[in-house]
């Protein structure tokens, strides 16, 4: 449905996004990761045709964002970051008004009108005036009027942010059932977020793509690396050689809290240790209070792929 | 074509319905309403509307951007422009919704003025020619002041610049009438020639010419032009 090839885009001589490759199927929800400033909010922009890239192209449903710009506008509802609306309409008149831009006839915003004052839950705020309203209702006046025309694609920038943990499930809610028959982009960077709606994620970071698949294999995979938490009683100078020397063991890291001593393995991916370590915990005479794999959340994963720093 | 309409009708109720508006349209009746009774002092005064012809022209150097400022540069301001941009409208569409609201908000003030002229023909009996042309003048003239001001609201988000920079756009056409004396050969000529005054003076002494029509339409197309490009800009900024 969407399609990005090479996508390069400079504000003056800093480059916000460089070199980014995408694409999105039809029915799908893309979900972007990435820090504040990593280029999430310029690649939506060039999406709905805001902002033109410096280089690179983008299609949506076959038509050209900036060469036919017109065709591939009214195939977008689209959510900025910011949530623009006009204060001093009311949020009746507001959605009309945006229903005709996007070339709705009358009958057709009259009828949508209902359903979509339903499924964002505005029904008795539709005479109110949007500046009375409280950031959680601005927030889904601007998903109504982004879903209003029935678009093919939605544009979702930071749907969920600075609004109660109340409407946040509500909105994520909101977003996965309209990803049933609508393709649906959307940034975030809460990792939980993206995870629980998104079918595919895109890490971005500093302008560029470090890492796309799904929430699952991300979590999974990453990395060929496995990790075991074990809490041992021994002495620690002689527990760390012994679990360093276990073949498939990459690194042991030894934690005292409150005189329990647990040591957290790394290990090449595959590879089941948990016999291989209690056998030699139980050689050497020492105790084994516990073992545990642990897997890497995506928290990490992002973390681990946006900084340069090794953790 | 719709689009422009709906874009139109927005911005007509935002005038009807802002104190701005208000405020402009009170301090024009009352401005050109001295203007209007400064003359009717004389021992022998002349049944003419040409005072306040003169002088509507002066208080819209003031109030046209007062009016216009508003109309893109609260867009840029409140981020709104970026759902009106990506939604399927084109730009010129855009461009004349907004000043075609303007000019329905300008029309209406100058309606209003007529009372004076129904006030002159009631009591007196004026030539009306120089009234009519008066009102024709006066109502290009005005237009031409819109376009101005809506081209410096394409160009900042502040509402205050919008209306500094239209301000001094109309002053200087407003003097430039004097290039024809102070500035020698060809260039005084043509910097004269686009003076706003000399070509609504006509008009207002109740002559009508093509050269000023022609003069009044290109300046509103221009400035249009310039609206429609500028805010196309935007995109590759």
Known sequence: MIQAEGLTHYYGPYPAIQDVNFGVRKGEILGFLGPNGAGKTTTMRIITGFVPPTRGTVTLDGFDVVEQSLESRRRVGYLPETVPLYTDMSVNSYLKYMGTLRGMSPKAIKSRLGDVTDVCRLGDYQKTQIGKLSKGFRQRVGIAQAILHEPQVLVLDEPTIGIDPIQVVETRRLIQELGKDQTVVLSSHILPEVSMICDRVLIINEGRIVAEDTPKNLAEGLQGVERLEVEIGGPVAEVIPVLKAIRGVTDVVHANRDDRHTYTIQAESGQDLRDAISQAVISNGWSLRGLQMVGMSLEEIFLRLTTHEEL | MRTAQAVAWKEIQIYFSSPTAYIVGLIFLALTGFFFTQDLGDPFPEATLTPFFDGAIIVFVLLAPALTMRLLAEESKLGTIELLLTSPVRDWEIIIG?????????????????????????????????VYAGYFGLILYGSAALAIGLLTSTMTNNQIVSAVVAMGILLALFFADRAFGSVSGLAGEIIGEMGLRSHY???????????????FLSVIAFFLFLSIRTLESRRWR
């Open chain 2, 98 to 130: 907004k000043y075609v609201a303007s000019l329905v908000f300008f029309l209406v003030l100058v309606a209003l003025s007529f009372f004076y002229a129904i006030l002159l023909f009631v009591y007196a009996s004026p030539d009306p020619g120089p």
């Open chain 2, 201 to 215: 003076d006509d008009f207002a002494r109740g002559v009508i010419d093509t050269t000023n029509i022609v003069y």
